[in-house]
């Protein structure tokens, strides 16, 4: 091959290597199409599994944080004024500016439901959808407020007959935002005094059988206010067999 045919040769070489330089590279519409559907397939799989996962942590964490806020209110009281010998005969009001006003961080007090965030006096439900008996708010029976963190709290001197001493402490994690069920953010404490006294998840004296039994998906009514306890002996977890749903 002579000087003349190699100098051509190399042009054309030349020539093509820069032709290619033009060429852009990408997907078709197809590939990107089916990219997205495979992307959109994952999503709808796993996005609602993550949002149970977060709004339980979530569920968790504030349960906690009442637990810990009103078990450090009763201990404050407790050794500033001891325990109250008959909280009933005392009468809510009483009772409460004595032995928990002083010792939390109040935000505001429930004088009727629009001031908590509820359109009704019984806004709470059981898992089950059936309605909770028990009111919000009670003259003389009990104290409604919401602390600086927006956890409300109902305390308890005495149930509906008036008659009978009640230390039930009703929590509602977020207030009136919903969904106002029992076992998912409405949860029931109680005052004992035994073993060292407290503020402890209802149920706490229950096995772990009658509160597996209580608290699950075959018992979505009653057994839900025990659902607390059962949060905590799970070692502060909602497990799969938690009447989430």
């Not at 309605?131 to 919401?146: C, G, H, M, Q, W």
């Amino acid at each position: 091959m002579d000087n003349k045919q190699n100098r051509r040769t190399n042009k054309e070489l030349l020539h093509f290597a820069q032709s290619n330089k033009n060429v852009k590279s990408g997907f078709t519409l197809a590939e990107v199409l089916i990219t997205l559907g495979i992307i959109g397939v994952v999503a709808a799989m796993t996005i609602p599994g993550l949002m149970t996962h977060f709004q339980q942590e979530q569920t968790v964490t504030k349960l906690k944080k009442a637990l810990s806020v009103i078990n450090q209110a009763y201990r404050l009281s407790y050794d500033d004024v001891g325990e109250p010998e008959n909280a009933l005969k005392l009468g809510a009001d009483e009772y409460f500016k004595t032995y928990w006003a002083p010792y939390i961080k109040i935000l505001s007090y429930c004088k009727k439901p629009e001031d908590c965030g509820y359109n009704s006096n019984y806004p709470w439900k059981y898992i089950n959808g059936q309605k909770f008996d028990s009111a919000l708010i009670f003259p003389n029976t009990r104290t409604t407020f919401y602390s600086m963190d927006g956890i409300l709290y109902s305390i308890f001197t005495t149930g509906g007959d008036l008659k009978t001493p009640l230390y039930d402490i009703n929590v509602d994690i977020n207030g009136g935002a919903g969904p106002n069920k029992v076992g998912r953010d409405v949860f029931m404490f109680t005052r004992v005094q035994e073993d060292g006294g407290g503020v402890r998840p209802k149920g706490y004296n229950l096995s772990d059988s009658d509160l597996k039994k209580h608290c699950s998906k075959s018992n979505r009514s009653a057994g839900s206010v025990y659902c607390a306890e059962r949060i905590r002996r799970a070692g502060w977890k909602i497990d799969n067999s938690y009447p989430w749903k």
